[in-house]
Nanobody
Framework: QAQLVESGGGLVQAGGSLRLSCAASGRTFRRYAMGWFRQAPGKEREIVASINWSGVSTGYADSVKGRFTISRDTAKNTVYLQMNSLKPEDTAVYYC??????????????WGKGTLVTVSS
């Protein structure tokens, strides 16, 4: 059974850093684009960062450009999100996603269960 498992969330002070990991298992995700979404209380789930299947092409939401970096290790079937200069508004549950289509929420093939990131001011 294919699954994505996130780790690395936690509580951090504003200006700090966290590194999220997403371990994929049950199948190879080599040909899937991978991404990180987040959802804050009372808000819709939004795409934060994405990386194509080869790892060559990445994309970021304007709100995290220059602060977050997405990467993938195909051999380990793992995707990472390095988050620096964190702000209180980054507080959310972060979800790993794999898609063979687009990153519209309804078109994502696989979702992780999420990991909570809390940034204190």
């Amino acid at each position: 059974q294919a699954q994505l498992v996130e780790s690395g969330g936690g509580l951090v002070q504003a200006g700090g850093s966290l590194r999220l990991s997403c371990a994929a298992s049950g199948r190879t995700f080599r040909r899937y684009a991978m991404g990180w979404f987040r959802q804050a209380p009372g808000k819709e789930r939004e795409i934060v960062a994405s990386i194509n299947w080869s790892g060559v092409s990445t994309g970021y939401a304007d709100s995290v450009k220059g602060r977050f970096t997405i990467s993938r290790d195909t051999a380990k079937n793992t995707v990472y999100l390095q988050m620096n200069s964190l702000k209180p508004e980054d507080t959310a549950v972060y979800y790993c996603a794999a898609t063979s289509n687009s990153f519209r929420v309804g078109e994502v093939d696989y979702w992780g269960k999420g990991t909570l990131v809390t940034v204190s001011s």
